[in-house]
């Protein structure tokens, strides 16, 4: 479920506001560990999604369904969050929030996560020396998720956040073509 810009901007804004409790109650591990299980909960549960997704329900029955399901389980505060959230009809941004949850403490930790396509499968130790690599470049731990594009031919792209370092064989390949065009006039 695919939350767009504007959600994962708000979504940002609820996981900062999550970190910040989290940081007040000295657990913000748990507090991941908590969010990422009710994520994966509304993602895999179809009852669950289709009653916090439906408008029929009104956001204080939905609250108190969570009150009765995480009272005894989760910090009060962490309950009032997730209460805060239904009330504010954001509740189907609850997987958004936690990926930004885990992005934040990640950036608290020193780790970048990295979107890496490679033009072939690589193995382990490919990836962990693209780990490498990409660790020594940006001065931070960079855990790499790789995907698999042929059509860049060889080489790597990577996106690390909004910055794109495009290393491919294609790109290289359009630039010498472009030089060879323009040499010739």
């Known amino acids: 479920m695919p939350a767009g810009v504007q959600g994962e901007s708000v979504a940002r804004n609820y996981a900062e506001a999550l970190l910040i409790l989290a940081r007040k109650a000295e657990d913000t591990t748990g507090w991941g560990t908590m969010l990422r299980q009710i994520a994966n909960a509304i993602e ?16 204080e029955q939905k609250a108190a369904v969570l009150t009765k399901a995480l009272g005894d389980r989760v910090p009060r505060l962490f309950l009032r969050f997730l209460q805060q959230l239904v009330k504010n009809r954001r509740q189907m941004l609850i997987p958004t929030v936690a990926n930004e949850y885990d992005t934040l403490l990640d950036a608290s930790a020193g780790i970048v996560h990295a979107r890496v396509t490679v033009a072939r499968e690589t193995g382990d130790d490919e990836r962990d020396e693209i780990g ?5 470049i940006v001065g931070k731990t960079v855990v790499p998720h790789l995907a698999v594009d042929p059509s860049i031919l060889g080489g790597v792209v990577v996106r690390i956040g909004d910055t794109v370092m495009d290393g491919s ?12 065009g323009t040499s010739r006039t």
């Open 44 to 59: 895999t549960d179809v009852t669950l999604f289709r009653f916090l997704e439906s408008p029929r329900i009104a956001a």
């Open 132 to 136: 490498r690599r990409l660790s020594a």
């Open 169 to 180: 064989l294609r790109r290289k390949l359009g630039l010498l073509r472009r030089r060879l």
